[in-house]
């Protein structure tokens, strides 16, 4: 594995949560003529500041006084008149949001939407009791949209339409885990085969090669390894602006070379066109070559159309499959010892970043969803932690590539705003798919029929559905690995129990050496007694 393959292992964890929801919702506006025109805007806000009906009937309407022109920060920007029941749109900046919206309120308002030209950031912080007007955010470019078409004396409401607590797109990040996880277990125990029975025309270069591709994990390695993704976690949420184009970087190289990985696995059984190209003494297949290109190029489309969020997600998630397969292949546990310091110890890191942090940070948001969410979501921050996108006609924002996202199908309001995705992180199919990859190859190496293999793929399939039962009973993201490993870790702890090889699993190959080790010992000293009765 090359300095690629090191640099990507150290962020495929810095998203174990499993599911991000936006508060978005729309603002309706209408025109009162024969016939009525209406037309709808994508809007953020704060769920726990403003409860929003489910639909328009329902909603109230009030007459829009735009002041785009000015901030509301002072009392000098109020007309004379006030806000009597009106719905105010005013600039966003210069002040903080509440600020705005008691100002608003105190003059009667009934509603505060504020413009924004850099997209659609989610009102955040500790609003007081007594401020009850409705709050959100608007784009700029929405507003301008709205004089356009609509023209002046408009009324407004906001509404949040409702969507399935269920989605397909829950099952389909379901399948997607499940497949990785199982199709790398059984790719790891392959392997491992093809390393117990080397062929007659390999020769020693080509086994030491095919030994030095994979990477085997020590207890030592594995802290260090917790340590160094804490520290990163840390880089990240500090410096996310910068770091996060490095991240991006990263996972156009490993991706492209980890989908080249699976696919020439495939290729190299296909018993045609191995035709070869010679260059600077060295040669290679050209079907090869061919596949190399296309999984750059595959990696450029990606990284050129990174923010298109209506199809590139396919592409990414083809990406993240081929991502975690080559790790879940290459990286090896020694033993279950192993697996249980860095299955525990990534539990800890998980349970700490998501849960214990809101408590550490000043905006009482946890550093793993704040760097999940990326700048768009963050709270007290300056303007200068977003990340624009020149090319976009819209501010956008860059993300983390490092999840399996699916967008929610059922969701109305999909075509205004940016559509709300399921997400999964690397970590949490990795992770465990290194266990279920231990258990493959010691069932290779023990003849048990795939006991080991079978148990913890179910085991890590019961826990994603546990996962996602109890993201519908909290309506919250999830740390997924704070289900995914006692579900792993159990059940394979009581199949070795049961088969009573707990003492091998736990020990993994340093077992096989110490057994080989004592019989050997105990051959030369039962020929020693041998020939001493001779």
């Keep these: 594995m090359g300095p690629t393959g090191l640099l990507g292992l150290l962020f495929f964890l810095l998203l174990p949560w499993s599911q991000v929801y936006a508060s978005r919702g729309i603002l309706r506006s209408v025109v009162i003529k024969d016939p009525p025109t209406a037309k709808d805007y994508c809007i953020t806000y704060n769920s726990t500041w403003t409860t929003l009906p489910s639909t328009y009937t329902n909603a109230t309407f009030y007459r829009l006084l735009n002041l785009s022109s000015v901030s509301l920060c002072s009392r000098s920007e109020v007309p004379s008149l006030g806000f009597e029941n009106m719905a105010v749109l005013v600039m966003d900046g210069n002040c903080n949001i509440l600020d705005k919206a008691l100002l608003a309120q105190e003059n009667n308002a009934s509603m505060l939407l504020i413009a924004s030209k850099d997209g659609l950031p989610a009102p955040k912080g500790n609003k007081s009791d007594h401020l009850t007007i409705q709050i959100a955010y608007v784009k700029y470019g929405d507003?301008?949209?709205?004089?356009?078409?609509?023209?002046?004396?408009?009324?407004?409401?906001?509404?949040?339409?409702?969507?399935?607590?269920?989605?397909?797109?829950?099952?389909?990040?379901?399948?997607?885990?499940?497949?990785?996880?199982?199709?790398?277990?059984?790719?790891?125990?392959?392997?491992?085969?093809?390393?117990?029975?080397?062929?007659?025309?390999?020769?020693?270069?080509?086994?030491?090669?095919?030994?030095?591709?994979?990477?085997?994990?020590?207890?030592?390695?594995?802290?260090?390894?917790?340590?160094?993704?804490?520290?990163?976690?840390?880089?990240?949420?500090?410096?996310?602006?910068?770091?996060?184009?490095?991240?991006?970087?990263?996972?156009?190289?490993?991706?492209?070379?980890?989908?080249?990985?699976?696919?020439?696995?495939?290729?190299?059984?296909?018993?045609?066109?191995?035709?070869?190209?010679?260059?600077?003494?060295?040669?290679?297949?050209?079907?090869?070559?061919?596949?190399?290109?296309?999984?750059?190029?595959?990696?450029?489309?990606?990284?050129?159309?990174?923010?298109?969020?209506?199809?590139?997600?396919?592409?990414?998630?083809?990406?993240?499959?081929?991502?975690?397969?080559?790790f879940i292949k290459t990286l090896r546990m020694p033993n279950f010892k192993a697996c249980v310091i860095l299955l525990g110890l990534l539990l800890l890191y998980d349970v700490f970043f998501v849960f214990i942090t809101p408590f550490i940070t000043k905006n009482g948001q946890s550093i793993m969803v704040e760097v999940a969410a990326g700048p768009s979501e963050r709270s007290e921050k300056s303007d200068e932690s977003y990340v624009e996108v020149p090319a976009e006609s819209q501010a956008t924002y860059e993300k983390l590539p490092v999840v399996i996202r699916v967008p929610r199908f059922q969701y109305s309001a999909a075509t205004l705003c940016d559509i709300p995705m399921s997400l999964l992180g690397f970590g949490d199919i990795i992770v465990p798919g290194l266990l279920v990859a231990y258990c493959k190859r010691f069932d290779v190496r023990t003849a048990s029929s795939s006991i080991y293999y079978i148990s913890c793929t179910i085991a890590y399939a019961v826990g994603m559905v546990l996962t996602f039962v109890i993201l519908m009973v909290m309506k919250t993201g999830q740390p997924a690995l704070l289900y995914l490993v006692p579900c792993t870790l159990l059940t394979s702890s009581f199949i070795a129990w049961r088969r009573r090889e707990m003492k091998k699993f736990w020990n993994g190959g340093s077992y096989e050496i110490m057994e080989q080790t004592e019989n050997a010992v105990n051959e030369e000293h039962i020929t020693g007694e041998a020939q001493e009765v001779q």
């Design 143 to 326: 507003v301008i949209n709205m004089g356009q078409v609509l023209g002046k004396d408009i009324d407004v409401t906001l509404y949040s339409p409702t969507f399935a607590q269920f989605d397909i797109s829950l099952l389909v990040i379901f399948l997607i885990s499940v497949f990785t996880v199982a199709l790398g277990g059984y790719w790891s125990g392959l392997s491992e085969m093809e390393d117990l029975r080397p062929s007659p025309s390999e020769d020693e270069s080509d086994r030491r090669k095919k030994k030095d591709e994979n990477v085997t994990f020590t207890p030592l390695t594995v802290i260090l390894f917790v340590v160094i993704c804490c520290v990163m976690l840390l880089l990240l949420y500090f410096f996310y602006k910068w770091l996060v184009y490095v991240i991006i970087c990263v996972f156009c190289l490993a991706s492209a070379m980890s989908l080249f990985n699976c696919l020439s696995a495939l290729i190299r059984n296909i018993p045609y066109g191995r035709c070869r190209m010679s260059c600077f003494n060295k040669s290679a297949e050209v079907r090869l070559l061919f596949l190399a290109a296309f999984c750059a190029a595959v990696s450029v489309t990606w990284a050129v159309f990174r923010n298109e969020d209506r199809w590139i997600w396919i592409l990414q998630d083809i990406l993240g499959i081929a991502f975690c397969l080559n």
